[in-house]
């Protein structure tokens, strides 16, 4: 997106990069577990949200920080993201920690679909049904 593609007043937003914090930076390779942040960085990410961070608010968001979401070890979700970006010292180059999806230039998440139009993409969906 481009600044002249945000609302009135929220052309500073264009700025944001939005990550998606389990899959894409921690490795969560046994799931949702027991709800801890037990994996390790994937590979190249810690590196690339430095480097990114030069030009670009970091925002990380995660199903983990949803304010509903049981307390774990007495933590939040939001407290054990945090935890985890600390333990790695990546915290000092993100912006915020959310659940919400916010405004932002780019949405990174190995989640996504790139949406084209309805046609490929109720093909693509029906494809990978159960």
């Not at 430095?50 to 949803?66: P, W």
């Amino acid at each position: 997106m481009k600044p002249s593609d945000f609302p009135s007043g929220f052309a500073s937003e264009a700025n944001n990069l939005a990550i998606d914090f389990d899959g894409v930076i921690h490795d969560a390779y046994l799931g949702f577990h027991d709800g801890t942040c037990y994996g390790l960085p994937i590979e190249g990410s810690l590196d690339a949200i430095k480097e990114l961070s030069k030009s670009f608010k970091i925002i990380i968001f995660t199903a983990k920080a949803k304010p509903n979401r049981p307390l774990i070890n007495g933590k939040t979700g939001t407290e054990l993201v945090t935890d985890w970006l600390r333990k790695y010292n990546i915290l000092d180059y993100v912006s915020e920690v959310t659940s919400e999806k916010p405004r932002a230039f780019l949405y990174i998440d190995d989640n996504a679909y790139r949406f084209i139009n309805w046609k490929n993409t109720l093909e693509f969906v029906q494809s990978n049904e159960n």
